[in-house]
């Protein structure tokens, strides 16, 4: 792999690093302390889950849901209403704002998918109905969640007696553990890919690549190890990122979003039915952004009308900055989450920093015009732009 060749398949890894490196720099390394490091994933954790499931929309072609934040809104409003004013039990409350948000998924899916109403109008329709009825349910108030059963399901950390003190040290051995889990699974994948015939990438540069993976996994560890141990958020973060790139990456049907992406006509013709596949698309958003309003709901302890606000824009950006196209068809979970990382560390980092928040939206804007731009590029290039 020549060195051209290398930078345009890693541009946002070698931009986050770049970043990265600025910010710790720029903040006179507040950014690298272990509480900030630790909160990087807190704060970023409902953009992790709903752009896993924004990436299935955008891969159908460029698509996006425009409600996901108006959702969070709704089942945050529903949840905390129904634990502070009905004293419902949390689990169940769990369950059925998990069973709305499919409802209201499907309901999107129907119209979008076996109606054909253009997802763009669809959505910005359910962006100011769930608003709306979110406030309406909230009765324009701040209401606080103070449930411990429901706290502890998302917002707390996760700490064995007689290992944990001071230093969590379950953290640290975690992270030791995913390290060498994923060096066994390249090994494994490299050997059936070998006793097949099929054709790889150098040994090296593979082992070179999760090497490096390994060392942030264990230094990040480390730094959680520092602070409060591991958060239990970030058990439902990786749950929902391994399901869905599992689903992209190894499932026919995964394959079905990025075929309906890529030629619509010739996918339906194949036999495969897209109208599923659009509405299956918007179900799974609409239950990531209702698991996501229930994460948000517990990191925070309250909900008001204002909650999720723009949360759809961070998802699609995410999207966008980690490599999908906005043609569709093409896109990883994999560059989401380096895309969601990488507008989390801008955001804590102008944070940390005091950068005014107008200054803010300003940078966050400027990243994603330059990402879009970069991806149009790249296909005219290849011939895929008209």
Not at 262 to 290: P, R
Request: glycine share 10%.
């Amino acid at each position: 792999m020549n060195v051209k060749t290398f930078v345009k398949k890693y541009t946002m890894v070698i931009a986050l690093v770049v970043v990265f490196i600025f910010f710790a720099w720029w903040t006179d390394q507040r950014l690298l302390l272990a509480q900030n490091l630790s909160n990087l994933l807190l704060q970023n954790a409902y953009v992790l889950v709903m752009a896993c499931g924004m990436l299935l929309c955008i891969l159908t072609g460029g698509n996006i849901d425009l409600s996901v934040g108006s959702t969070v809104c709704l089942i945050g409003a529903i949840a905390a209403q129904l634990m502070s004013k009905h004293h419902m039990n949390a689990y169940a409350v769990i369950i059925l704002c998990l069973i709305l948000s499919v409802l209201i998924g499907m309901w999107q899916g129907f119209w979008i998918g076996y109606i054909h109403i253009p997802p763009f109008i669809c959505t910005l329709a359910g962006m100011f109905l769930f608003r709306g009825i979110g406030r309406a349910i909230l009765e324009s108030k701040t209401i606080a969640i103070n449930d411990q059963n429901f706290l502890n399901t998302f917002a707390s950390y996760i700490e064995i007696p007689g290992l944990d003190n001071d230093v969590k040290w379950s953290a640290f051995i975690a992270g030791i553990a995913i390290a060498c889990i994923l060096v066994a699974v390249t090994a494994f994948n490299r050997f059936k890919k070998a006793k097949k015939g099929y054709k790889q990438a150098s040994a090296v540069s593979q082992f070179v690549k999760i090497a490096v993976i390994d060392l942030l996994i264990i230094a990040y560890s480390w730094k959680l190890a520092h602070y409060k141990g591991i958060p239990v958020m970030a058990l439902w973060v990786l749950a929902v990122v391994f399901i869905y790139a599992f689903i992209t990456s190894k499932t026919a049907f995964g394959r079905y979003f990025y075929a309906v992406g890529g030629n619509e006509k010739a996918t339906k013709l194949s036999g495969i039915n897209t109208n599923k596949v659009y509405f299956m698309a918007y179900t799974s958003m609409s239950l990531l952004a209702g698991l996501s309003g229930l994460l948000i709901g517990a990191r925070i302890g309250s909900v008001n009308g204002d909650t999720g606000n723009s949360f759809e824009m961070d998802a699609i950006g995410s999207c966008f900055i980690g490599g999908a196209s906005a043609y569709g068809g093409s896109g990883t979970v994999g560059g989401v989450v380096v895309g969601a990382i990488l507008l989390g560390v801008i955001n804590q980092g102008m944070s940390i920093k005091g950068l005014d928040n107008n200054w803010q939206y300003v940078v966050k804007g400027a990243v994603l015009l330059v990402a879009v731009i970069f991806d149009v590029v790249s296909n005219k290039k290849t011939g895929k732009a008209g």
